[in-house]
């Protein structure tokens, strides 16, 4: 049995892991560390919030002090740090959250969790979860990103998460801390806030807004089901070598054109407008420093630890199609407050 501390819980992965982990390792505890940013929301494990292997608490990875509570009141053993500022477009408006959080936060973390852990002889685990944008942009045609890629990172969302994932390699190099560190594609599905791509297309067509696609909307993103991520980090924690990154992708290249285009024609289907959904489509201003491409190559998840995708997209698009379908509710609350002020500053109106 681990006592695992999750951080950035209440996000968009950190909800769907700590679902799925409850469901896979029931005797496990689990304590929740969530700072409840604009992008955290306790709701979204409304299901889990009673069990009594699970615990919340409303905590920021640059707290010290309440991490040394945590490591140590909860005797911690495993940490699956999800707590970051994750959008890039966020990014370009304001860094300063993404350094405070991404690079000082997980430094304070990594300090907390050497300072409980000693000599790390407890069979102790700290999983890093990071991103493909570390690796910077591909060319049409070039070989997907492996581990050992270059880093390049073009956004100060991705400088950021470079820098973290720098730490937590040199924590293993220095102190022997046994860190895994894993840098996955672009994920999609249910809980996740509607200013991404996905359910930003879905939300906008339903309430006959423009659908806004940067530049000419050739860019590519290689895009995993959620549930497959967490699968991918489960299979890590329980397999992966210390001091090893591992990439997780969905082997699933797509434009965002044809995304959006595959969304509006299934809405057409699932819940007619007045005109096709396509019709609101609108190019805007191009991303700076839009990555072109991103894929991942996949093959060391698959050989060391036979891993692989279990979603196809077609049923994954499906599922998350649905779920914001059934979730309006849900959209319209994570959408109320700061969310407005973000959407005037990036588009220019009231969202
Ligand atoms: P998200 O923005 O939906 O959630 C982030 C969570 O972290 C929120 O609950 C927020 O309240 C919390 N948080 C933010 N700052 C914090 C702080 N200082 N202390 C404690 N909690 C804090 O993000 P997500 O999409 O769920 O991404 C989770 C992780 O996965 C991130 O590290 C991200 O870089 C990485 N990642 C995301 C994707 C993706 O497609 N979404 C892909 C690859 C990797
Ligand atoms: O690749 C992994 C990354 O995927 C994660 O590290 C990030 O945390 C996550 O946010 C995501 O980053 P992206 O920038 O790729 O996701 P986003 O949904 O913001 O954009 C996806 C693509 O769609 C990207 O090429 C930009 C484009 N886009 C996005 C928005 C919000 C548009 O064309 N229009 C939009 O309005």
Redesign the pocket.
């Known amino acids: 049995m681990r006592n695992i501390l999750i951080t950035g819980g209440a996000g968009f992965i950190g909800a769907n892991f700590i679902r799925y982990w409850v469901d896979r390792h029931p005797g496990d505890r689990m304590v929740n560390l969530d700072a409840l940013t604009y992008a955290g929301n306790p709701e979204n494990l409304a299901a889990i919030d009673t069990l009594p292997v699970y615990r919340f608490v409303h905590g920021d990875i640059n707290d010290r002090q309440c991490l040394e509570e945590v490591f140590a009141g909860e005797a911690i053993d495993t940490v699956v740090h999800f707590a970051a500022e994750?959008?890039?477009?966020r990014s370009i408006l304001g860094p300063d959250a993404f350094i405070r959080t991404n690079v000082h936060g997980t430094f304070t973390l990594l300090e907390a969790a050497k300072a409980a852990w000693g000599d790390f002889a407890g069979g102790q685990r700290f999983l890093h979860v990071s991103?493909?944008?570390v690796y910077g942009s591909l060319e049409a045609g070039a070989p997907a990103f492996t581990e050992t890629h270059a880093y390049a990172p073009n956004s100060p969302?991705s400088a950021s998460?470079a820098a973290s994932d720098h730490l937590v390699r040199a924590y293993h190099r220095t102190y022997g801390m046994p860190v895994l560190t894993t840098n996955?594609?672009?994920?999609y599905g249910p809980y996740q806030f509607p200013?991404?791509?996905?359910p930003?297309t879905i939300l906008n067509a339903l309430e006959g807004k423009p659908i806004?696609?940067?530049g000419d909307?050739r860019?590519i993103?290689d895009w995993l089901y959620v549930e497959d991520h967490c699968n991918g980090i489960e299979t890590v924690l329980e397999g992966g070598r210390p001091g090893e990154v591992y990439n997780i992708g969905g082997i699933n290249e797509w434009q965002?054109i044809d995304i959006v285009h595959l969304i509006c024609d299934r809405l057409d289907e699932l819940q007619p407008g007045a005109a096709p959904y396509r019709e609101q489509v609108t190019f805007?201003t191009d991303?700076p420093g839009?990555d072109r491409r991103?894929a991942i190559d996949a093959g060391k998840m698959q050989r060391e630890l036979g891993w692989s995708p279990r979603h196809d997209f077609a049923s994954g698009i499906e599922q998350t199609i649905r779920w914001y379908l059934d979730n309006r509710d849900w959209c319209d609350r994570m959408r109320s407050g700061e969310y407005q002020n973000y959407y005037r500053k990036q588009y220019g109106r009231q969202a």
Do not use: A, W
Not at 184 to 187: A, D, G, H
Not at 195 to 198: D, G, Q, T
């Open positions: 994750s959008h890039v477009d991103t493909d944008e969302y998460k996955c594609s672009n994920n200013e991404k791509l996905i930003l806004p696609v940067y909307g860019t993103r965002n805007v991303r839009h991103y």
